[in-house]
């Protein structure tokens, strides 16, 4: 059964740091472009980063440009997010998601799977 199960999320001050993660299970990330995604209530979903499988080529949305990293691990099947410097407007449910495909994108149409979710909240 192909699972993805994200982790690592809570609650943090404005100017702080989390690093979230999407662990699969099931099957093998490393053939697979894996996008992290936001949603905030009211607000429709955003695509936030993403990763590729053949070049491991990244894409960042502008709102988290040089603030987020997103990076994998194919020997863990885990894939990360780290989070930096971090304001109340990135307060949302984040998932992670799977396509078995060779570039990524930040379309959340296109993947296939996708993991639970994980809350952030940023506020003092």
């Known amino acids: 059964q192909l699972q993805l199960v994200e982790s690592g999320g809570g609650l943090v001050q404005p100017g702080g740091s989390l690093r979230l993660s999407c662990a699969a299970s099931?099957?093998?990330?490393?053939?697979?472009?894996i996008g992290w995604f936001r949603q905030a209530p009211g607000k429709e979903r955003e695509g936030v980063s993403c990763i590729s499988s053949s070049d491991g080529s990244t894409y960042y949305a502008d709102s988290v440009k040089g603030r987020f990293t997103i990076s994998r691990d194919n020997a863990k099947n885990t894939v990360y997010l780290q989070m930096k410097s971090l304001k109340p407007e990135d307060t949302a449910v984040y998932y992670c998601?799977?396509?078995?495909?060779?570039?990524?994108?930040?379309?959340?149409?296109?993947?296939?799977?996708w993991g639970q979710g994980t809350q952030v909240t940023v506020s003092s």
């Open positions: 099931g099957f093998t990330l490393d053939y697979y472009a």
């Open positions: 998601a799977a396509d078995h495909r060779e570039l990524c994108v930040l379309y959340g149409s296109e993947y296939d799977y």
